[in-house]
């Protein structure tokens, strides 16, 4: 595995694992008349980051790399930033719109690497992951109107 694709699927990895804690503060924090929908949209989507968080990490491990597993390691590898703590609803959602879109961006470039070094198991997982955000980013642009 070159360094390139550890680099990128570590950033995967910590991209979701703040997802994972950013989309607990926006379940938690949502108010107003679209909490009911929000909260369970936003538990749908921490749940979905834990389970790519975990597969990314015992896909590295499965290739010999480490995954990044301190939130020391996350803050300095993610590209995503985290929440700031006093955002609106329609807010949240454009920030998770604005992170799903970045991660689309790397995923593809993810995939782009793992073809050229013939790894296609790790493709088709960057796939699968690309497949789903741009869905979840398209159905978010709806709700934001």
Not at 29 to 49: D, M, S
Request: hydrophobic letters at 45%.
């Amino acid at each position: 595995m070159s360094e390139k694709l550890m680099v990128t699927l570590n950033t995967q990895i910590a991209n979701w694992s703040l997802l994972f804690t950013k989309l607990h503060n926006f379940h938690w924090y949502v108010k107003g008349p679209q909490f009911f929908t929000l909260h369970v949209k936003f538990e749908e989507l921490y749940t979905e980051a834990a389970l790519h968080v975990d597969n990314l990490a015992e896909r590295l491990l499965a290739l010999g790399g480490s995954p990044v597993a301190t939130l020391h390691g996350v803050l300095e590898t993610a590209t995503v930033k985290d929440a700031v703590g006093n955002e609106s609803a329609v807010e949240m959602v454009g920030t998770i719109v604005a992170d799903f879109e970045t991660i689309v961006k790397e995923l593809k470039e993810g995939m782009s690497i793992a073809n050229q070094e013939d790894d296609e198991t790790t493709g088709d997982m960057l796939l699968a992951i690309h497949y789903s955000l741009e869905k979840h980013v398209w159905m978010l642009k709806s709700f934001l109107g």
